[in-house]
């Protein structure tokens, strides 16, 4: 996969003009899960720091019950208080996993930072075990990046 070819779609995907946010992001996740092909569910959580929550934003993919995640909890609540990337190549190996289909084989979340703060992360779900390599942490920092141009 060559993400600097997308690079430039995501750069005018979050920019356009006479846009919301929310529908910026969702035409990102649109985006980002039409054109790679192992990006089965792309979404964004955001946190509350208050009550050490983080809350479902705009996605694509499957349904999920998970609108409200607490921090530590599932791979995207520990990535709230990581502040670290978190790659899992095989969900099922994983024991602190909140599983949302059985389809999903493997995730990636990144925390997004604004001004050094993370507000929240992208989630992506596979359908293919350990399909996410280094590139792919590199391309979603740089959309993390933009997003928070947003914020």
């Given at each position: 996969?060559?993400?600097?070819?997308?690079?430039?779609?995501?750069i005018?995907?979050?920019?356009?003009?006479?846009?919301?946010?929310?529908?910026?992001?969702?035409?990102l996740?649109q985006?980002?899960s039409d054109?790679?092909?192992y990006?089965?569910?792309v979404?964004?959580y955001f946190?509350n720091?208050d009550?050490?929550?983080?809350?479902?934003?705009?996605?694509v993919?499957?349904?999920t019950?998970?609108?409200?995640?607490?921090?530590?909890?599932?791979?995207c609540?520990?990535?709230?208080e990581s502040n670290?990337n978190?790659?899992?190549?095989?969900?099922s190996?994983q024991?602190n996993y909140i599983?949302c289909?059985?389809?999903?084989?493997?995730?990636i979340?990144?925390?997004l930072?604004v001004?050094g703060?993370?507000?929240?992360q992208?989630d992506?779900?596979s359908?293919?075990?350990d399909?996410?390599?280094?590139a792919d942490e590199?391309?979603?920092e740089?959309?993390?990046?933009q997003v928070?141009?947003?914020?």
């Amino acid at each position: 996969m060559n993400f600097e070819n997308l690079k430039p779609q995501v750069i005018s995907i979050l920019s356009e003009e006479h846009v919301e946010r929310d529908v910026k992001l969702k035409n990102l996740c649109q985006f980002l899960s039409d054109n790679v092909d192992y990006y089965n569910w792309v979404g964004f959580y955001f946190a509350n720091q208050d009550n050490r929550t983080l809350h479902l934003g705009p996605y694509v993919g499957a349904e999920t019950d998970h609108t409200v995640i607490p921090f530590g909890k599932g791979i995207c609540g520990q990535v709230a208080e990581s502040n670290a990337n978190f790659v899992v190549p095989d969900v099922s190996a994983q024991d602190n996993y909140i599983a949302c289909s059985f389809t999903v084989k493997s995730e990636i979340v990144v925390p997004l930072f604004v001004d050094g703060v993370n507000i929240g992360q992208i989630d992506i779900d596979s359908h293919v075990i350990d399909p996410f390599t280094e590139a792919d942490e590199r391309f979603l920092e740089f959309v993390n990046e933009q997003v928070a141009k947003l914020f």
